[in-house]
């Protein structure tokens, strides 16, 4: 069993290197951002809780955020292992985390600030269904339109250069207390983000010992 967190400022490809790390080792990508977002959509309790707290312009509580990662590791549906993205963002979540679980080693994407403004501002939504896509590295097929179901692709609300600069400043007054804490206890691996998705998780396996990347095709 291989268990890992995932760690990395916007856009530096924590979502697509937990998905390659996952499709090849057969792991569960646990994304509390996805947990979230399946909430609000499916408009349970906990989605109303937090449809609330993002409209006030709030950031979801501590409380809240370990609830749900207690509630999803619960589920055990991870038989080989996980890769947990989103979570820890702090040092009470992680000193949380670390009273309750092990892992076997802390990925760090490392990534220059203006390289994140770069891939985050070519970010795009689809206004229908949801689906992720960018500019730079995802494009449609059809400029402007969803490849699933033909949507309007839209700009995300809170991806503007001003919200982005809080929310990187916010990432490095927090990633390096929780960085500091994880290495007293666990096995940090810090990775330069900025090549191929490919190269990246190729990186990421040699730091971790595991079998190389082959990538589709």
Not at 35 to 56: D, E, P, Q, S
Not at 68 to 87: I, K, M, P, S
Request: contains cysteine.
């Amino acid at each position: 069993m291989r268990k890992y967190v995932i760690m990395g400022a916007q856009g530096s490809g924590k979502g697509t290197q937990s998905e390659l790390l996952c499709r090849g080792l057969d792991l569960v990508h646990i994304s509390v951002g996805a947990v979230f977002r399946w909430h609000v959509k499916n408009r349970t309790k906990l989605g109303a809780r937090v449809r609330r707290l993002v409209t006030a312009g709030e950031l979801v509580g501590d409380d809240l955020v370990e609830d749900v990662v207690r509630e999803r590791l619960a589920q055990h549906d991870w038989n080989h292992g996980f890769v947990l993205d989103g979570f820890p963002r702090n040092r009470r979540q992680a000193e949380f985390f670390l009273e309750s679980y092990d892992v076997d080693a802390v990925i760090h994407l490392d990534l220059p600030d203006e390289e994140v403004r770069r891939r985050v501002l070519a970010r795009r939504l689809c206004s229908r269904c949801g689906q992720d896509y960018n500019l730079i590295s995802r494009r449609p097929e059809v400029e402007g339109r969803c490849d699933v179901c033909g949507g309007e692709l839209v700009t995300r609300a809170d991806d503007t250069p001003e919200a982005l600069d809080r929310r990187l400043a916010d990432h490095h007054r927090t990633t390096g207390p929780v960085l500091e804490l994880f290495r007293r206890k666990e096995h940090v691996v810090t990775v330069d983000a900025s090549a191929g998705m490919d190269a990246v998780q190729q990186r990421v396996r040699d730091r971790l010992g595991l079998p190389p990347h082959l990538p589709p095709g």
